[in-house]
């Protein structure tokens, strides 16, 4: 426990019981979120874990395990941190437009995972514009 509290990365190496243990997981995820990967995958399908991993950086979601589903929580927070993250959010919740909309906020590059039927979107085009006023207007327009 104190290894993966100083080295999250030390999980690589942790035999598989250890992998599969909540606290040591938690521990070593809180400190690298990396450490996810070597997780077991019943851990990987942890809310709270992946939450932890997620919050420090998004593309953690990379390595969430399928147990997880779709959950809005973990996925908005991982795609708020890292837009790219949108690239690993659940079929279920690909089209969803809050977490489109933070993904593109926080990267417009994110545009390139977003549903072809939702690229053309008004207001997904004006999230991934710089504050401007044209970007303004955009938001303020009001759609058919």
């Not at 035999?15 to 809180?30: I, M, Q």
């Not at 973990?74 to 959010?89: I, Q």
């Not at 995972?113 to 979107?121: A, G, I, M, Q, T």
Request: some cysteine; overall charge negative; hydrophobic content about 50%.
């Amino acid at each position: 426990l104190c290894a993966a509290r100083q080295n999250g990365a030390a999980l690589k190496w942790a035999p598989d019981v250890l992998r599969d243990d909540f606290e040591v997981v938690h521990a070593a995820v809180a400190q690298d979120w990396q450490a996810l990967q070597w997780a077991s995958e019943a851990l990987r399908g942890d809310r709270r874990v992946v939450l932890a991993a997620v919050r420090q950086s998004g593309l953690a979601l990379e390595w969430a395990g399928e147990a997880l589903g779709a959950d809005r929580e973990v996925e908005l927070a991982a795609v708020t941190d890292n837009g790219m993250a949108l690239e690993w959010v659940s079929p279920e919740l690909r089209g969803d437009r809050e977490i489109i909309l933070a993904a593109v906020r926080e990267n417009w590059e994110a545009l390139e995972w977003v549903p072809e039927e939702l690229r053309s979107d008004p207001e997904i085009i004006a999230a991934t514009l710089p504050e401007s006023p044209s970007r303004a207007r955009l938001e303020l327009e009001p759609r058919d």
